[in-house]
């Protein structure tokens, strides 16, 4: 099969590869998409600890079923159209038995740890893969994985109808979160962002939009809830100062959510964790139950609105390299899609 295979650092090749073998509790998945993540430009930079090449990258993928294993438990069959929760657990630990699998210690994540879906093909655990409702278009299923992420997050701030949101940090993820976060009930949404890019989408969606470069986030954000502070805010920028932020714009006994990949190690004032009783829940991934309900998720009609409004860009899977130079590079990027099919774009 083609792949287009990190074979070193920055340097992207497509080229022939072996087709993956299955084992009877895997399928294998023609991949039709795959969106292009923060992560993948991380890993192809060498800025991930435990990614390697060679590798074929890529985790945000559809496609349809192409070959099932033995036991196939979920009952697939030859063409259906899938989406899949893109990493292995061991299954068996506490964390896995109580639902917690996406921070097992066991944890190996497509097109990290091992190869994803930057190829014509790409196996996966059976009863990782789900099924894909009628009419849903292939690119925006590709996005069914960050919006997962986006509804992991938004259930461990325990966000609750009526309740205040402050997101930092509006790239991708930030506005999936936003849009999560309305569609639960959020009363008030403030998101942060400086790309004037995307701050007009953000602000096309209908998000109230502050830009830290242009006015105080944080006199913005106690003015807008009356000195108090919201409810519960989500760090997405990973940066140190979204971290100082995160604790003085949540409100006494709020919660605050570290989603965005921190890009080091920051000290937080612990005084005033302590004072104002502030709750900060880390978020990685998603848990499996947040996978299934985000495939359900996407067929609403508001949700499928915003995923088809993140695609900004489109390659073939020839030109990955240049695909992913646009994630890392242009200012004018949401999302970027690659096609595996060379043929339609919504088999
Ligand atoms: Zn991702
Ligand atoms: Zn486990």
């Known amino acids: 099969m083609k792949a287009s295979?990190?074979?070193?650092?920055?340097?992207?090749e497509y080229k022939d590869v072996a087709e993956p073998v299955i084992d009877d509790d895997e399928v294998l998945i023609r991949v039709a998409c795959s969106g292009v993540c923060g992560t993948d430009v991380h890993v192809s930079q060498g800025h991930h600890p435990a990614a390697k090449p060679p590798l074929i990258m890529g985790h945000e993928f559809s496609g349809t079923i192409a070959k099932t294993g033995n036991t196939n438990e979920k009952g697939?069959?030859?063409?259906?159209?899938?989406?899949?929760?893109?990493?292995?657990?061991?299954?068996?630990?506490?964390?896995?038995?109580?639902?917690?699998?996406?921070?097992?210690?066991s944890l190996r994540i497509f097109g990290v740890h091992l190869d994803g879906s930057f190829a014509e093909y790409v196996k996966a655990p059976g009863l990782r893969v789900h099924r894909l409702s009628d009419g849903m278009d292939m690119k925006q299923a590709a996005l069914i994985e960050p919006?997962?992420?986006?509804?992991?997050?938004?259930r461990m701030?325990?966000?609750?109808?009526?309740?205040?949101?402050?997101?930092?940090g509006g790239g991708p993820i930030g506005?999936?979160?936003?849009?999560?976060?309305?569609?639960?009930?959020?009363?008030?949404?403030?998101?942060?962002e400086i790309n004037p890019f995307r701050k007009a989408l953000l602000a096309e969606l209908g998000f109230d939009v502050v830009d830290p470069k242009e006015s105080d986030v944080l006199q913005e954000a106690l003015r807008r809830t009356?000195?108090?502070?919201?409810?519960?805010?989500?760090?997405?920028?990973?940066?140190?100062?979204?971290?100082?932020?995160?604790?003085?714009?949540?409100?006494?006994?709020?919660?605050?959510?570290v989603v965005g990949i921190p890009a080091g190690k920051y000290p937080l004032d612990t005084d005033l964790i302590f004072k104002r009783e502030i709750r900060i829940?880390?978020?990685?991934?998603h848990?499996?139950?947040?996978?299934?309900?985000?495939?359900?998720?996407?067929?609403?009609?508001?949700?499928?609105?915003?995923?088809?409004?993140?695609?900004?860009?489109?390659?073939?899977?020839?030109?990955?390299?240049?695909?992913?130079?646009?994630?890392?590079?242009?200012?004018?990027?949401?999302?970027?899609?690659?096609?595996?099919?060379?043929?339609?774009s919504n088999e």
Do not use: W
């Open 5 to 12: 295979v990190l074979t070193d650092f920055g340097k992207i």
């Open 76 to 105: 697939f069959a030859e063409g259906e159209r899938v989406v899949v929760q893109p990493f292995y657990s061991c299954g068996i630990c506490e964390l896995c038995i109580n639902g917690r699998d996406n921070v097992c210690p």
């Open 147 to 154: 919006l997962a992420v986006a509804l992991h997050d938004v």
């Open 157 to 168: 701030s325990g966000l609750q109808v009526g309740q205040t949101a402050m997101v930092i």
């Open 175 to 192: 506005l999936l979160i936003a849009e999560v976060a309305r569609m639960n009930g959020a009363s008030d949404i403030l998101v942060s």
């Open 226 to 257: 009356n000195g108090a502070g919201f409810d519960r805010v989500f760090e997405v920028s990973g940066s140190k100062p979204g971290s100082e932020l995160m604790l003085h714009s949540v409100k006494i006994g709020g919660t605050v959510v």
């Open 281 to 285: 829940q880390g978020a990685r991934i």
């Open 287 to 344: 848990a499996q139950i947040n996978f299934q309900d985000a495939v359900k998720m996407a067929a609403q009609p508001q949700m499928l609105t915003v995923l088809g409004k993140l695609v900004t860009h489109e390659y073939p899977l020839s030109e990955l390299a240049a695909a992913v130079e646009t994630a890392r590079s242009s200012s004018e990027v949401a999302k970027v899609i690659v096609h595996s099919l060379s043929g339609s």
